[in-house]
């Protein structure tokens, strides 16, 4: 993962799944950050990625990165891990983790499991944005 850089154009949000990919994207100001659409985990879902990022000129992208309730490590955060990296790699973009522990949950209360991933994604994009407009 690279070095969480101050940018100044829109950021992509993902809550990763084996499955699904669940995708929200912030405003301009980096502000507010909204559901986007999920994506099928497929052998095209990086070139999707990297399209989407051009279309809609990102420049950072923040994954939820899965912890355990205690902050430790599991399998599922040691694949996401992964696929942070192959994610930098494919997109030569910033990629940043951000603690994803209790979004599904909340995500649940919002949705009833109709666009969860999109939401799970919006709501670990507006904590990134919300954390990083304190510092």
């Keep these: 993962m690279g070095e969480d850089i101050k940018t100044t154009g829109?950021?992509?949000?993902?809550?990763?799944?084996?499955?699904?990919?669940?995708?929200?994207?912030?405003?301009?100001?980096?502000?507010?950050?909204?559901?986007?659409?999920?994506?099928?985990?497929?052998?095209?879902?990086?070139?999707e990625i990297k399209d989407l990022c051009a279309r809609e000129e990102i420049d950072k992208i923040v994954v939820?990165?899965?912890?355990?309730?205690?902050?430790?490590?599991?399998?599922?955060?040691?694949?996401?891990?992964?696929?942070?990296?192959?994610?930098e790699a494919q997109t030569e973009k910033i990629v940043v983790a951000e603690d994803e522990r209790l979004t599904s949950v909340e995500a649940d209360k919002r949705t009833n499991w109709s666009g969860r991933d999109e939401e799970s994604a919006r709501i670990i994009l507006q904590q990134y944005l919300d954390?990083?407009?304190?510092?």
Excluded: W
């Excluded at 949000?13 to 669940?22: E, H, L, Q, S, V």
């Excluded at 939820?64 to 994610?87: A, C, Q, S, V």
């Design 10 to 47: 829109k950021i992509l949000g993902i809550d990763y799944g084996t499955k699904n990919i669940g995708l929200a994207i912030s405003d301009s100001e980096q502000r507010q950050a909204f559901v986007y659409n999920t994506l099928k985990v497929s052998g095209k879902l990086f070139n």
């Design 64 to 87: 939820g990165l899965p912890l355990g309730m205690k902050g430790d490590y599991t399998e599922k955060t040691n694949e996401t891990l992964y696929f942070i990296e192959e994610l």
């Design 131 to 135: 954390r990083k407009s304190n510092e």
